[in-house]
């Protein structure tokens, strides 16, 4: 394998198929070298292989286990000697659909919401044990990989992290005034804080305590792992002036995350993380986009601009 130094070397997590795998592609046609990553290595072989592209790679991936995350730096090291843009796109769901016909019929994830979720327990459920690898994968998972591969990236000398996010992280779903506060306030906000609202989001979830903490009560681990991913973008970008580390919702897209409900295709969807992961040497760090459009600044709901 070639040492590179000028070519841009990329890293896509979770991306044997939906918006990740489209990133690749669409990384890959610009002349980045791609490290596509997979947490289940012929999978990632298999996209690399339908891809086609010379400039594209597989590596395994799981961001769940250290293991995997330091034998990735190591291959990095070894093969490339630096980062240069890191795409966190694998996440997990930590739902179930119970009633894929009524999910479908009652319009995919937008019926989702908390003015209904004492009507929706029927078609959509939330186990602990799927709130807590979601909120493991989403938020512990990403950090993890970003943590390992930061020496490599401070050798890049346009270094980028990409957080693909969701508009299910806005603070709009919170219904706590003084979480909220907390969370928007990035100034006094740190990693350890955020840590142990984590935790206690997730104790919550173990024993039914959802409401009385104001909490989102639908799709909560998830709303919670986007707005902790937010809220950790934003301190990155502070603690790492020389790295651009901004968060994209690529839109509403048709994968499996979403049961294949969506208004946008892969390649639609995966427009603003590569339009995000390519942005001009001094460009925007700590900022959300809602696909390709820059939100400034973070608002009121700690997200969308009102
Ligand atoms: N689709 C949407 O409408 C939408 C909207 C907003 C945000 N997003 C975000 O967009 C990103 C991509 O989602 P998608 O819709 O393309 O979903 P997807 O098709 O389900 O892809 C998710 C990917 O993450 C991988 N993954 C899960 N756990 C992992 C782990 N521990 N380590 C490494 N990889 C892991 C999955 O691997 P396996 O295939 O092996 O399970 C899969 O490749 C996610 O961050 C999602 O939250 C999506």
Redesign the pocket.
Known sequence: MPMEDEKRCAVV??????????ICRQLAIQGVQVIL????ES?GMEAVKKLNLPNVISHQ?????PS?VARLANFIETHFRKLDILI??????GVIILDDKQFRDGGG?LQVVDEKAHLIGNIIKQPYELGEECL???YY?TKAITEALLPLLRLSKSPRVVN?????GDLYWFHNEKLKEELKDIENLTEERLDEIVQWFLRDLKVGMLKENGWPLTTSA?KVS?AALNAYTRLMARKFPNIMVNCV??????????FQT?F?T?EE?SKGPVMVALLPHGGPSGVYFDETQQIVPFSSTGLKAE
């Open positions: 997590t979770g991306a044997n198929k939906g918006i990740g795998y489209e990553t997979a947490l289940n999978q991936l799981d961001i769940k286990d995997s966190n796109n694998a996440a997990e769901g994830f493991k994968t989403n998972g693909i996010t969701s508009i299910q998830y986007k919702h690529p839109g509403y897209v048709v994968t499996d995350m979403t969506g946008l892969a969807g």
